[in-house]
T-cell receptor, first 106, second 118 residues
């Protein structure tokens, strides 16, 4: 199974942009990259997904490397409500690693 | 619209006892998933149903775990007998695949059941 590598934790100041990296070097050619986040005491929730092109939605942007071996989730203006664990998955089966715990500093 | 409902939210049992978790997916969602999340880890898929059929149970420890989704709606995940290492959060998710190039199989998760085995 394809695996991912993410930093264990990151911090960001409120209202600043946040760039969350994910390495998925073994991703297959046709699998999408999926990002979910998990707020404390809740189940994960969908954030964004993409295949090759960069993607934008109301929550975030996803920048995908040309070789698809890595991607970066971008929160343009982090708020306190964005504090969560962020997971990337290299397939629809949602193969999550340990994720990145994002802390927002007021 | 109600989200994915799971019960109980918390369960404490002694080892070797049986335990069951219940999940009610979002109305109309034909795909249902059970995940296990160990402390400090991401969720791991245990089983996926398409309607009544278990289409992926490769990660389900079949010696002690079982699941069913009668009538293709609610689902129950059972552990018998429970072991200390089964302590985790058990998450249920559902999705509705509509097909087509622009559709996406977004999974909606419930709040989970936190199991503690003593």
């Amino acid at each position: 199974d394809a695996k991912t590598t993410q930093p264990n934790s990151m911090e960001s100041n409120e209202e600043e942009p946040v760039h969350l990296p994910c390495n998925h070097s073994t991703i297959s050619g046709t699998d999408y990259i999926h990002w979910y986040r998990q707020l404390p005491s809740q189940g994960p929730e969908y954030v964004i997904h993409g295949l090759t092109s960069n993607v934008n939605n109301r929550m975030a942007s996803l920048a995908i490397a040309e070789d698809r071996k890595s991607s970066t989730l971008i929160l343009h203006r982090a708020t306190l409500r964005d504090a969560a664990v962020y997971y990337c998955s290299p397939n629809e089966k949602l193969t999550f690693g340990t994720g990145t715990r994002l802390t927002i500093i007021p | 619209e109600a989200g994915v409902v799971q019960s109980p939210r918390y369960k404490i049992i002694e080892k070797k006892q049986p335990v069951a978790f219940w999940c009610n997916p979002i109305s109309g969602h034909n795909t249902l998933y059970w995940y296990r999340q160990n402390l400090g880890q991401g969720p791991e898929l245990l089983i996926r149903y398409e309607n009544e059929e278990a289409v992926d149970d490769s990660q389900l420890p079949k010696d002690r775990f079982s699941a069913e989704r009668l009538k293709g709606v609610d689902s129950t995940l059972k552990i018998q007998p429970a072991e200390l290492g089964d302590s985790a959060v058990y998450l249920c998710a559902s999705s509705s695949w509509t097909g087509g190039p622009s559709s996406y199989n977004e999974q909606f998760f419930g709040p989970g059941t936190r199991l503690t085995v003593l």
